[in-house]
């Protein structure tokens, strides 16, 4: 299925402009609970010997704070502290690898935090543990590995030590090049240095440069967005995330620094994203869906158009139907049908890799969660969901077993974000800017945990 322009209708957006998941698992980590600490080893016992594995490993340090950030982090100066979190990596890992080094590692991503704190003997000790744990790909054309860096502190040198560990792709953090609103945030960083990473990156042979925009911070108009898109578009990134700032202090006490009178209001906030949306169609990238542009010589684009784009915890993938592996301080791993979280503080963490029992909370989906997952899944990568298909899948009678679902369906085809047919539901131009709200219809969960624990959709 081609990708299409999307179609902007205000008074619609405005209207479904309501809070939700963004739909990274189906349930939502809300729903997890406690769970044995062996569950995780549990399923790798009991799954595939053979088939591939991505890898997520979680770095949460950073030097400086920036004060819009909702991560799981840690900011400190303190370089000694890497060197203690990777003793308990190395546990961690140790405790893993024999149920998982015979699967072979085709995606690997540092994420955080910063993952570009670690100093480069740091880095190197990572990934000599690593090479020792795991069957790491050593075809660059088959392996995606990539690693989030902030160009502050990121250098040359650590592209160099990076590309030549096998790395190939590697996301940017920018968030906007507006100076007001850079200082706003606490994250000064200009076009020229990101410039001179992406050359430099490029040179190298890093194949997928992605940026990350924010928009709806401190002090941003429509004519700052222009010159930040312009910059940006300069600049040619392959992929761009476009995400809405959450304004959220009572649950992220750096967003306290932020004041709400500074913020742009919310018909300018929408604003902002038509500026984004029309500016990056322009220049020809396409929109993938829940935030995200890839340029037409893309792999998520060639996803989507074959099938197989697929979404996890790090957004939207290439790499679909694969167990992921997440290790670290607050890592996620999706293993066949269960979710399972390490500790998320890092004294916790730590001590727990000591023990062998990093995981402490988790979920096991149920018949009807894989249903839901099922649909939501190609709601959020394809925009359409076959009713036939469904039935034949999970033995279900679709018309009868989603009843309520369908009769609330109709509304939103007659706002125009869906076609809704008796055989099939396609998401329009209009409504795939609107899927965390389509995707909310299948969400069984949503009452109990109550739509204000969840971000806007724009």
């Known amino acids: 299925m081609a990708l299409a322009d999307i179609l902007w209708k205000p ?3 405005a209207r479904y402009n309501i809070s939700g998941p963004r739909y990274t698992s189906y349930p939502t980590a809300l729903s997890f609970t406690d769970v044995p600490h062996e569950q995780r080893e549990n399923v790798l016992q009991a799954t595939p010997k053979d088939a591939p594995l991505s890898l997520y490993v979680h770095i949460p340090f950073c ?15 303190d370089q000694s502290k890497a060197d203690a979190y990777l003793d308990a990596l190395a546990l961690e890992m140790a405790q893993l690898a024999p149920l998982v080094r015979h699967r072979k590692i085709r995606q690997l991503h540092w994420g955080g935090g910063t993952p570009t704190f670690l100093n480069a003997a740091q880095t190197e000790r990572l990934m000599h543990l690593l090479q020792q744990h795991f069957q790491l790909e050593t075809n660059d054309r088959k392996r995606e590995y990539s690693i989030e860096i902030d160009p502050r502190v990121t250098t040359v040198a650590h592209l160099e030590q990076l590309r030549a560990w096998g790395f190939n792709r590697v996301s940017l953090g920018i968030q906007d090049f507006h ?31 992605s940026f990350d925009l924010i928009y709806g911070l401190p002090f941003q108009s429509l004519s700052s967005m ?16 476009c995400y809405s700032y959450a304004h959220l202090p009572e649950r992220f006490a750096p967003q306290n620094r932020i004041l709400s009178s500074d913020l742009p209001s919310p018909d300018t906030k929408l604003e902002l994203l038509h500026t984004l949306i029309e500016g990056l169609q322009a220049a020809d990238y ?5 935030d995200h542009f890839a340029r037409p010589d893309d792999g998520l684009v060639k996803a989507y158009e074959n099938g197989t784009l697929q979404r996890n915890f790090q ?26 979280q390490n500790h998320a503080n890092l004294e916790d963490y730590q001590k727990a890799c000591t023990t062998g029992q990093t995981t402490y909370r988790g979920y096991v989906l149920n018949e009807d969660d894989r249903i839901r997952r099922r649909i939501i899944m190609d709601l959020a990568c394809q925009g359409y969901v076959n009713f036939a298909m469904m039935c034949d899948e999970f033995a279900i009678d679709f018309w009868r077993y989603f009843a309520p679902e369908l009769e609330r369906l109709q509304g939103l085809a007659d706002d125009g974000l869906i076609e809704l047919t008796e055989d099939d539901l396609t998401v329009t131009t209009l409504g795939r800017l609107l899927l965390r709200p389509i995707c909310m219809v299948f969400d069984a969960y949503l009452g109990g945990h109550g739509q204000q624990q969840f971000s806007r959709v724009i």
């Open 11 to 13: 008074d619609t957006i």
């Open 63 to 77: 030097h400086h704070l920036c004060y819009y950030c909702a991560c799981t982090k840690v900011v400190t100066r």
């Open 179 to 209: 100076r007001p609103t850079q200082e706003a945030v606490h994250r000064i960083q200009g076009p020229e240095l990101v410039g001179h990473l992406v050359k430099a990156a490029r040179d190298m042979g890093f194949h997928g440069i």
């Open 226 to 241: 222009k010159r930040t898109l312009n910059q940006v578009i300069e600049l040619a990134p392959d992929r761009i995330a």
């Open 286 to 290: 396409r929109y993938i869906g829940m």
């Open 315 to 340: 957004g939207y993938s290439t790499h679909g139907n694969t167990d992921l592996l997440g290790i670290g301080m607050s890592a996620i791993s999706a293993l066949q049908d269960q979710f399972l």
